[in-house]
């Protein structure tokens, strides 16, 4: 079953510009996780943040979790056409390790240059 | 880093017959992998946990006579789509994990099946 959803589901903007896409989950959770997904590509792992963070970087990635309000923002700054993907967050549970995560509907991200 | 390969990437059958994909863990010893399915334009569904040694534990609504999981070693975990129809025309994918609190995942590249 999907743990919450992606909002907004499709996100197009011009090159430059700063995309933001928001996770919402439903259960506690371990950690969060973000993935980039490519059409008809296999899974790019982007950045672990883990339920005791708040924000975390990496590169042009900025992830910030809220666990009081069970959400998580991914923010891409100064897009690239490169960046157009698919962004999915995916959870696992709080209480095992090694479960499988659960993915959120996802993001569409187009840039244009 | 930890790779997962998947094999076939590809792969085109006729209806009926059974088609068996590939999960090996390149240079990691994985205890657990999962298998999941992705139809297009939407996200990965969990649709099993394949343990070495041991049944898989299969999602609400996946059918366990249809989609055979092996995990014969540490390495291999295979999924057979047996009696393939065209509804199950999808993008599979697998990931493993070395276990550990954070539950690091890593996926392999997916196989797409087309069922004619």
């Known amino acids: 079953s999907q743990q919450g959803e992606e909002d907004p589901q499709a996100l197009s903007i011009q090159e430059g510009e700063n995309a933001t896409m928001n996770c919402s989950y439903k259960?506690?959770?371990?950690?969060l996780q973000w993935y980039r997904q490519n059409s008809g590509r296999g899974l790019v792992h982007l950045i672990l943040?883990?339920?005791?963070?708040r924000e975390k970087h990496s590169g042009r990635l900025r992830v910030t979790l809220d666990t009081s309000k069970k959400s998580s923002s991914l923010l891409i700054t100064a897009s690239r056409a490169a960046d157009t993907a698919s962004y999915f967050c995916a959870t696992d549970g709080s209480d095992q390790a090694g479960t499988a995560l659960i993915f959120g509907k996802g993001t569409t991200l187009s840039v244009s240059s | 880093g930890a790779v997962v390969s998947q094999h076939p990437s590809w792969v085109i059958c006729k209806s009926g017959t059974s088609v068996k994909i590939e999960c090996r863990s390149l240079?990691?010893?994985?205890?657990?992998m999962f298998w999941y399915r992705q139809f297009p334009k939407q996200s990965l569904m969990l649709m099993a946990t394949s343990n070495e040694g041991s049944k898989a534990t299969y999602e609400q609504g996946v059918e366990k006579d249809k989609f055979l999981i092996n995990h014969a070693s540490l390495t291999l975990s295979t999924l057979t789509v047996t009696s393939a129809h065209p509804e199950d025309s999808s993008f599979y994918i697998c990931s493993a994990t070395l276990g550990g609190w954070d539950n690091e995942q890593f996926f392999g590249p997916g196989t797409r099946l087309t069922v004619l």
């Open positions: 240079d990691f010893q994985a205890t657990t």
């Open positions: 259960t506690s959770i371990n950690n």
């Open positions: 943040i883990r339920s005791n963070e």
